[in-house]
């Protein structure tokens, strides 16, 4: 089960955690994709070149964006049209994922994965007593690719993971847990940023408070029915929640 295997107890209560503490946090992780860095289109077309390999039809930006929310292997089967439980899904989704992710992390630059702008300024302004994470439903390659590009940012990271090295991937909170392990604290000492609903609820199973990021793939709309304690619509606005130097 889910939650299970790590040393830490996840919590499951709405709205965890306190706007005002956040600044006091001794540990601040990231998702990737829509939340540190603008790499929705080198996503999107790697997902246009799988399937079309396949013979299958090309997808819209809108199903791009709504099939995020899931893992790669997950969302490429969706994409086909099948569902969990169809014959065939884990079978062909995991095909389909493999060959994505053999394409699209050779693709990771800063013209296809750059940070937003600010992001990084806000990385280098935490405290050094602040420890800074990462996970991704991406593949763990995929995200330690995009930090190493971005001025190798990877360095300030005490932990990274992916979708295929965790225990069970978001929405569930083992991810998050693995990181909180690594990195020495408590998850309710750390906060979770992210831009995807399922980002919201692994951090309420691991019992840590979360922000949502509104320039990423998701609506506000959608974002407001998360548990993210805060919405923030942008960098500027998300400095002013995060640890920063004085």
Request: overall charge negative.
């Amino acid at each position: 089960m889910p939650c299970k295997s790590l040393s830490f107890t996840a919590k499951s209560r709405s709205k965890i955690g306190n706007l005002d503490a956040i600044k006091s946090s001794k540990g601040v992780l990231f998702d990737i994709d829509g939340t540190l860095a603008d790499s929705w289109k080198l996503g999107f077309d790697a997902t246009q070149v799988v399937l079309t390999n396949y013979g299958i039809d090309a997808i819209t930006e809108d199903s791009y964006h709504k099939g995020c929310v899931y893992t790669t292997p997950e969302r490429l089967a969706r994409h086909v049209g099948l569902l969990p439980g169809d014959e065939n899904f884990d079978e062909l989704g995991g095909k389909l994922g493999m060959e994505f992710d053999d394409y699209y992390v050779k693709l990771v630059s800063t013209e296809t994965a750059s940070f937003y702008d600010g992001m990084e300024e806000l990385l280098l302004n935490m405290p050094k007593s602040v420890k800074i994470g990462a996970l991704t439903n991406a593949c763990v390659g995929y995200g330690k690719a995009v930090l190493q590009v971005n001025n190798n940012v990877i360095e300030m990271f005490s932990s990274v993971h992916g979708a295929d090295d965790v225990p069970a991937p978001k929405p569930f909170g083992d991810g998050l847990l693995l990181c909180c392990q690594e990195m020495g604290l408590d998850p309710a000492e750390c906060v979770y940023v992210g831009d995807s609903p399922t980002d919201a609820k692994a951090a309420e199973e691991a019992g840590m408070p979360s922000i949502g990021v509104l320039w990423g793939s998701n609506s506000e709309e959608r974002l407001s029915k998360a548990p993210f304690l805060h919405l923030c619509s942008t960098i500027s606005e998300l400095r002013e929640i995060l640890p920063q130097k004085e």
